[in-house]
């Protein structure tokens, strides 16, 4: 089969490498698309994934509009001359349309419920929708529902083992506990009229954290004064390893606190009054993952200094392995899905 895959956010990338390695195994030939987001590109240099790219990441609404038209009509001269059998992407809005335009078979997978406008310009239009059990939204026609969330595409424990190196490589010794922050940019679709901590308010958030060990920061929207010095300071490809080794991850990212979740690591995440179903889940039915609204910020520092302070280790990471053991493993998921989409069209 001929499989075009579209990869639009980092994120995305570790969702599909062990895909994209397992169908190339298998005989299948692949186009791997992206867009220039953040670290995507020196991502797909790390891991030797031969991609191409058309279109940044802007912030503005009419930005969005241009990129989403000149973007299609960029992916529709490379669908021409591809000719694939299936494409498939996460959210999916640049590839749905496309795919029911052109005949061609489109397998998308989704967790971000709130993000109303990808998920109009996608689920009308794609053959196959794939999301969570604890997705909160209403099931839609042509949905495939599993057991599981996305990070365990790259972290279930058939594809992914921790590499204890990373401790030295951070200078934390074996018995130092550290934590991982994450600030993130409020520039996606789904983060339209919201807001996150102030420079202020990150300041205190990391000046508490210290007082239990090492605070490890990266923040899309760039290190403010005070912050700098506490930079995540090794490849972001090895952000993973570090989390599995960490006490705990604070943010504003639903991502690294659900990888954090399946590894058995506890999180605090600060988020506006919309919970997505992977978070809701991980927080009422795993209590591993500590939601809390930004008019909750003193409660959430309070929350990950009882976690620092206590010693719960091996609680923690009994629920990763309950999680794991009642998840299917996401990449073979992902590739059945993609070779049986071929006969929906």
């Known amino acids: 089969m001929r499989i075009l895959i579209d990869i639009t956010h980092p994120a995305y990338l570790h969702f599909y490498r062990h895909v994209i390695t397992k169908l190339s195994k298998a005989g299948h030939v692949l186009c791997i698309t992206g867009r220039d987001k953040d670290i995507l590109r020196n991502l797909a240099l790390e891991y030797k994934i031969d991609m191409k790219f058309f279109g940044a990441f802007p912030e503005s609404l009419l930005g969005k509009i241009a990129l989403l038209l000149k973007r299609k009509i960029w992916l529709y001269h490379i669908v021409r001359e591809f000719k694939p059998d299936v494409m498939t992407a996460c959210a999916g809005p640049f590839i749905a349309l496309l795919g029911k335009l052109m005949n061609v078979p489109t397998v998308v997978f989704y967790d971000t419920e709130n993000d109303s406008l990808s998920n109009m310009l996608t689920y009308p239009f794609a053959t196959r929708i794939c999301v969570p059990d604890c997705y909160l939204s209403k099931p839609v026609e042509r949905e495939v529902r599993y057991a599981g969330y996305h990070s365990l595409a790259y972290l279930h424990r058939d594809l992914f083992s921790a590499d204890s190196k990373v401790r030295e490589e951070l200078g934390v010794r074996p018995d ?91 999180s605090v995440f600060v988020y506006p009054r919309i919970k997505r179903g992977y978070t809701k889940e991980q927080s009422e039915k795993w209590e591993i993952v500590h939601w809390y609204t930004l008019d909750e910020l003193t409660k959430a520092v309070v929350c990950a200094e009882e976690i620092l302070k206590a010693k719960d280790v091996i609680h923690w990471k009994g629920i990763g392995e309950k999680i794991q053991k009642e998840s299917i493993n996401g990449t073979n998921f992902i590739c059945a899905q993609i070779v049986e989409a071929h006969d929906d069209i």
Not at 186 to 205: I, N
Not at 246 to 256: K, N, P, Q, W
């Open 176 to 266: 130092e506990k550290y934590s991982i922050v994450r600030f993130v940019k409020w520039g996606a679709g789904h983060d339209w009229g919201y807001h996150g901590l102030t420079a202020a308010q990150k300041r205190q958030v990391i000046q508490t954290l210290l007082k239990y060990g090492k605070v490890f920061v990266t923040d899309e929207s760039g290190l403010v004064d005070g912050i700098r010095q506490y930079k995540f300071p090794l490849p972001y490809f090895r952000v993973h390893d570090a989390i599995a080794f960490a006490s705990l991850v604070f943010g504003e990212s639903s991502t690294m606190c659900s990888e954090a979740a399946v590894l058995g690591v506890p």
